[in-house]
């Protein structure tokens, strides 16, 4: 059974993964101590913190990172970019044999944007985007992820380190999602309910993309739920990590 590392643990994502990967054996890595998480703390901005935190595993899932949109470069430098730098180095190093690397749908929402001044919102005519199309990153943020997967393609390419780019959407509840379909900013309600990653489809797809057999290196997809109104494409991912998602935010907001 291949070990684990999952960098992040402690957010949103992280803990959904940590759920998704009960079966498997990991290590929980988070940046300071939390009394519901059994890990280790690790600094990734720090090499020899994040070293010899990933010695010794197989995979190492890489959520750690500055999550917002409306963050500004300074903030997203050191941790996003720094530190996924420090990551793969690691990886390489210790002898890992993939990194699982937590993008964003924002690598991509110039394509769907609904007003560009406001990265989470969607237009009524947005057009399907493939990984493949050109990325369009909206903000700060989403221009880190952007080169996240740029050094994803050279640790591929040079190394031969297996990578999966996830461009994971908006993970929420489903009340949560309810909580934001506001008919006063239909672009808004709209955008959340085409990202929707649900809990249990964001449990699968980090399963998947840590686990299963890739039909390409690097691979990038998209993970969102099977939402109605999704303007990202969900056929890669199913096809090349075999993701099967459950939940479409059509049902969730179906009364609202």
Request: with cysteine; charged share 30%.
């Amino acid at each position: 059974m291949a070990r684990i590392a999952v960098t992040g643990a402690a957010g949103s994502v992280g803990r959904e993964a940590l759920r998704g990967l009960v079966d498997h054996d990991v290590t929980a890595l988070t940046h300071r101590e939390h009394d519901d998480i059994d890990g280790e703390v690790v600094e990734v901005t720090d090499p020899d913190s994040i070293g010899p935190a990933l010695s010794g595993h197989d995979v190492v899932v890489h959520l750690a990172g500055n999550p917002s949109p409306e963050a500004e470069w300074d903030s997203v430098l050191q941790v996003n970019i720094d530190g996924t730098y420090n990551v793969y180095e690691a990886a390489l190093e210790h002898d890992l044999d993939r990194v699982v690397f937590a993008s964003t749908n924002h690598v991509s929402q110039m394509h769907g944007i609904g007003d560009r001044t406001r990265p989470e919102t969607m237009a009524a005519d947005a057009p399907t985007v493939r990984p493949e199309d050109p990325t369009r990153p909206d903000s700060y943020y989403a221009v880190s992820k952007v080169s996240g997967e740029a050094l994803g393609s050279y640790y591929a390419d040079r190394h031969g380190l297996e990578v999966v780019d996830l461009r994971i959407g908006w993970l929420l509840t489903a009340e949560e999602l309810r909580d934001r379909q506001d008919e006063d900013d239909p672009e808004f309600a709209r955008y959340a309910r085409a990202m929707w990653l649900s809990p249990r489809d964001c449990q699968d797809v980090v399963k998947k993309a840590a686990t299963a057999d890739l039909p390409e290196n690097p691979l990038t997809v998209n993970a969102v739920s099977r939402n109605s109104e999704r303007y990202l494409s969900i056929t890669e991912t199913m096809r090349g990590l075999g993701y099967e998602p459950r939940d479409d935010s059509a049902a969730v907001c179906e009364d609202v």
